[in-house]
């Protein structure tokens, strides 16, 4: 299994109040993804990182931020949580050197719940 | 942006049966792949294939990047093959998913 590690894996909040889920990898890989999860629309690129300190935006970037400051962890902040961000996310890892090229991994997932 | 449309939606087989799931792309893509998220939300990676044939046990998949479609068989199917099966394709790095195909095999 890919050494992936979401946390915290479950978490409830209040509507106005900042967010941060992490994402930690121990495979040194180059890239790094966070998708959010909800009913009949699959899994959707939130934003996602080429290296150290670059990012981009995915499919519904609105409302969150990333960073990136070393190659093991990519954070996903919520600046001001909305009930509309309750959702199940996901972070993934890939390279395209290794025993493995190109393939996406998955870590377990963080249930966050707005209220 | 792309598109990534799967079908069916919503798939419900007897233990034993085979079935194949479809998934198109609006435009070329560097490479696809094919999840399966079982019961327990765990996504697990099934194949890696830009094109061509693979297989792994039961599980075979074709895409042919030409004509934009790739397709995930299942032979034989077991109750534990249940859950949602994913395509995503790599399009400059972005990895965009279809909605995915919900399968519920039925002992």
């Known amino acids: 299994d890919a050494g992936i590690t979401q946390s915290p894996r479950h978490k409830v909040t209040e509507t106005g109040t900042p967010v941060t889920l992490r994402c930690h990898q121990t495979e040194n890989h180059r890239y790094m993804y966070w998708y959010r999860q909800d009913p009949g629309h699959g899994l959707r690129l939130i934003h996602y990182?080429?290296?150290?300190?670059?990012?981009d935006k995915g499919e519904v970037s609105d409302g969150y931020s990333v960073s990136r400051s070393k190659t093991e962890d990519f954070l996903l902040t919520l600046e001001s949580a909305t009930s509309s961000q309750t959702s199940v996310y996901f972070c993934?890892?890939?390279?395209?050197?290794?025993?493995?090229?190109?393939?996406?991994?998955f870590g377990s997932g963080t249930q966050l719940s707005v209220l | 942006g792309i598109q990534v449309e799967q079908s069916p939606p919503d798939l419900i087989l007897q233990e034993g049966a085979n079935s194949t799931l479809r998934c198109n792309f609006s435009?070329?893509?560097?490479?696809l792949q094919w999840f399966h998220q079982n019961p327990w939300g765990q996504l697990i990676n099934l194949f890696y294939i830009p094109s061509g044939t693979k297989q792994n046990g039961r599980l075979s998949a074709t895409t042919v990047a030409t004509e934009r479609y790739s397709l995930l068989y299942i032979s034989s199917s077991q109750t534990t093959d249940s859950g949602v099966y994913f395509c995503?394709?790599?399009?400059?790095?972005?990895?965009?998913f279809g909605k995915g195909t919900r399968l519920h095999i039925l002992p």
């Open positions: 435009d070329s893509v560097n490479n």
């Open positions: 993934a890892i890939r390279d395209l050197q290794g025993r493995y090229p190109g393939k996406l991994f």
């Open positions: 995503a394709v790599d399009r400059d790095d972005k990895i965009i």
């Open positions: 990182s080429y290296g150290v300190k670059d990012t």
